[in-house]
């Protein structure tokens, strides 16, 4: 029943910028940490950030950090992921998922969406 939506995705030349965006629907979105992943051919879905249900915390992998911010909408039910100075190897198609538990950032649910596709080229 779990429901999720990505889109924002597109064609940017390195150094730009993009704003994701994530609704989710068929459960309690307030209550799940919620999370960005993405996956490029012939390599696996790796993670990218996460943040709490309060947005109290987030955590980055080390390839974005300082890049990309993550923050959500718990009104909107609806989670955002911020790039910037993006790089052609950030080219991939990137996934919201929640929690797989509850309160807690444990790991993904695994019950993925359509995703949204982002190409860094010139």
């Known amino acids: 029943q779990v429901q999720l939506v990505e889109s924002g995705g597109g064609l940017v030349q390195p150094g730009g910028s993009l704003r994701l965006s994530c609704a989710a629907s068929?459960?309690?979105?307030?209550?799940?940490?919620m999370g960005w992943f993405r996956q490029s051919p012939g390599k696996e879905r790796e993670f990218v950030a996460r943040i709490t249900r309060n947005a109290g915390s987030a955590l980055y992998a080390d390839s974005v950090k300082g890049r990309f911010t993550i923050s959500r909408d718990n009104g909107k039910n609806t989670v955002y992921l911020q790039m910037n100075g993006l790089k052609p190897e950030d080219t991939a198609v990137y996934y919201c998922?929640?929690?797989?538990?509850?309160?807690?950032?444990?790991?993904?649910?695994?019950?993925w969406g359509q995703g949204t596709q982002v190409t860094v080229s010139s």
């Open positions: 068929g459960y309690d979105f307030s209550t799940y940490c």
């Open positions: 998922n929640p929690s797989r538990t509850q309160f807690v950032c444990d790991a993904p649910l695994g019950s």
